[in-house]
């Protein structure tokens, strides 16, 4: 059932952000990878566990430090960040133990990652060949 929801979730995400203009946009997936990486830190603070609450933090912010600078940088940094949140997600039981996290949400978040930082990275490849070839003419 993880796998269907994530599924969903990728479209609706991606959806969102055609309906929304903002498919190629960095600060867009920034924004995503910087909400991605607070799910655990809220976790976290709902189960009132203070040791996962700073080893949640501190992930966070590394994930979202990798957001500010993929705003800045490149697209493919923040699908790099994102893919590696998934990444993350399937091995977070062996890292931190937080009990506020759902079962369930590993499979699902890191699923739903790894998918949204492909498709991240499939579109930061066609705008920068679409950005090289605008600079050609």
């Avoid at 203009?21 to 709902?46: D, G, K």
């Avoid at 996962?52 to 940094?77: M, P, V």
Wanted: glycine share 6%; proline share 1%; hydrophobic share 55%.
């Amino acid at each position: 059932m993880e796998i269907l929801f994530a599924i969903i979730t990728v479209i609706a995400v991606i959806g969102f952000a055609y309906r929304t203009h903002s498919q190629y946009s960095r600060n867009f997936y920034a924004a995503c990878l910087t909400v991605i990486a607070l799910f655990y830190v809220f976790f976290a603070l709902f189960a009132d566990q203070t040791k996962a609450f700073l080893w949640e933090t501190l992930f966070a912010f590394c994930f979202i430090l990798i957001a500010l600078l993929g705003k800045r940088i490149s697209g493919y940094l923040v699908a790099m960040g994102i893919i590696t949140h998934g990444v993350f997600d399937i091995f977070h039981d062996q890292i931190i133990v937080n009990s506020g996290m759902p079962q369930w949400w590993p499979l699902y978040c890191g699923i739903v990652d790894i998918a949204l930082g492909i498709w991240i990275l499939i579109l930061s490849h066609f705008a920068n060949k679409q950005q090289m070839q605008t600079r050609a003419s």
